[in-house]
């Protein structure tokens, strides 16, 4: 059955770096999502991507915050500066349409 | 304000035992309502779909319920097993496209 697949499963960093969450959606989909979950609370919309742009951002996808689908398969999430308060889960999804999500396994992402 | 409100926050249950999550809504217009499965550390999964016209729909030992008019659906869960051990997210999906997610239900089944 196809899934999407996100890498790293967990990354551990120090503020201020760089750090890029790589996600491959399920190959016909078309809209791509990046959320995150911090612990024990609710999942959390960042952006979402389609035709090759930006569809729709919250307020969390501030300027530290891109995203790139710079080839046919995968989905970039880049956090420029990492803080602390990033220190969460990274789930990518993907649709066909504005159906359902279908998400991966996700991303921890720890900010020492 | 959040737009889609979760009860009980968590709950513990007896194995074979049923139980029922609660998820109001604020969201208009109304798409349609999701309920998810996220197994600890996973990512969400889709059990079922609720759409305007529909009061009730199964997937196996779950069972959803959406009353549009009251903007309440629930989730019932029949003899349950170890494995649905999980948090179970209402996400909420309005006329924009834009989808709401509730906190989630945190549920314990113990043997």
């Known amino acids: 059955e196809p899934e999407v697949t996100q890498t790293p499963s967990h990354q551990v960093t120090q503020m201020g770096q760089e750090v890029i969450l790589r996600c491959v959606p399920i190959s016909n989909h078309l809209y791509f999502y990046w959320y995150r979950q911090i612990l024990g609370q609710k999942v959390e919309f960042l952006v979402s991507f389609y035709n090759n742009e930006i569809s729709e951002k919250s307020e969390i996808f501030d300027d530290q915050f891109s995203v790139e689908r710079p080839d046919g398969s995968n989905f970039t999430l880049k956090i420029r500066s990492t803080k602390l308060e990033d220190s969460a889960m990274y789930f990518c999804a993907s649709s066909t349409d504005t159906g359902e999500l279908f998400f991966g396994e996700g991303s921890r992402l720890t900010v020492l | 304000k959040n737009q889609v409100e979760q009860s009980p926050q968590s709950l513990i249950i007896l194995e074979g035992k049923n139980c029922t999550l609660q998820?109001?809504?604020?969201?208009?217009?109304?798409?349609?309502l999701r309920w998810y499965k996220q197994d600890t550390g996973r990512g969400p999964v889709s059990l079922t779909i609720?759409?305007?016209?529909?009061n009730t729909k199964s997937n196996g030992r779950y069972t959803a319920t959406l009353d549009a008019d009251t903007k309440q659906s629930s989730l019932h869960i029949t003899a349950s097993q170890l494995s649905d051990s999980a948090s179970y997210i209402c996400?909420?999906?309005?006329?924009?496209?834009?989808?709401?997610f509730g906190k989630g239900n945190q549920v314990v089944v113990i043997p």
């Open positions: 609720m759409t305007f016209s529909e």
């Open positions: 996400v909420v999906r309005g006329g924009n496209n834009r989808l709401a």
């Open positions: 998820c109001n809504y604020t969201v208009s217009p109304f798409s349609n």
